[in-house]
């Protein structure tokens, strides 16, 4: 058996630039990941077979071919491998901005290419996950970079490595289509190389469907020891980053509230 951790991504920074004729957006953002996310185990098989466990598995239920599957089925049709039993336990919350699907094709596609000797910087690998996702690139990656085009053009740079991390999910999920459509075609410039005066551009459609990210938004920069708080992605997960870990810690305490998502952990 091999397990992979298909660790949440964050978008520190996300300016959209304009809308391309492929019905793409151009983008600037930059790439964060954070020490949590789903688990997923592979192990060699008869069949190729699917299970979903973990808090949030009745979300993904029904599904079928999903893209966990579709990583599986485009892997062996690239470097075969034969059929794998693939189990999903399931803790980021779907639809929320922090690239669980896109995360947990990646991570497919490492235990896949761990489990048949394939380099985790193989072209084709990267190939493949472009093919899945705008976001799914830059989660095969898995290190801090920023990102252009639709996201998959990824350039590696310094992080901000075990920077205290508060996320934040108020139990709503938003549709990246819906946040896109909303998207009101201004360009505001380009993504400098601070993102503390950086934007995300996604932030005012997405709260016009979902007001209650305001709210997270307004509890987190409330907090002392923060230095940055916004929204990650299309939403409606919000983080925060904080001076030391103790700062974050008490604020997860003092903002818990029922129905609402709460994760402190740090960044890579």
């Not at 397990?3 to 953002?29: C, F, M, Q, S």
């Not at 899945?132 to 996201?151: F, H, I, M, Q, W």
């Not at 008490?250 to 890579?268: H, K």
């Amino acid at each position: 058996m091999v397990t992979e951790i298909a660790r949440a991504k964050l978008n520190l920074a996300l300016h959209v630039r304009a809308r391309r004729p492929d019905g793409y957006h151009e983008l600037e953002t930059l790439f964060a990941f954070v020490d949590y996310g789903d688990v997923l185990r592979v192990t060699p098989a008869d069949a190729p077979d699917f299970r979903l466990t973990g808090p949030f598995a009745a979300a993904l239920a029904g599904e079928g071919n999903n893209l966990v599957t579709r990583a599986a089925t485009r892997f062996a049709e690239t470097f075969g491998g034969g059929a794998h039993a693939i189990e999903l336990e399931k803790h980021l919350p779907v639809a929320s901005g922090i690239g669980g699907g896109s995360a947990d094709a990646a991570a497919t596609l490492r235990a896949l290419a761990r489990l048949h000797d394939v380099a985790l910087d193989d072209s084709r690998l990267f190939a493949i996950a472009d093919g899945l996702g705008s976001d799914v690139p830059a989660c095969l990656l898995g290190k801090t970079a920023l990102g252009k085009g639709r996201g998959e053009q990824l350039q590696p740079v310094a992080g901000m490595p075990d920077t205290p991390v508060l996320l934040i999910n108020p139990g709503v999920a938003v549709s990246t289509a819906a946040v896109f459509r909303r998207w009101d075609g201004i360009d505001r410039g380009p993504l400098g190389a601070d993102p503390l005066t950086a934007r995300n551009d996604l932030e005012a459609p997405a709260r016009g469907i979902a007001p209650v990210i305001g709210e997270v938004l307004a509890a987190l920069a409330a907090q002392p020891g923060v230095t940055l708080a916004r929204m990650s992605g299309s939403g409606a997960t919000c983080f925060a980053l904080f001076e030391d870990a103790e700062a974050c810690r008490s604020a997860a305490t003092r903002i818990a509230l029922p129905g609402w998502w709460i994760v402190e952990s740090r960044l890579l």
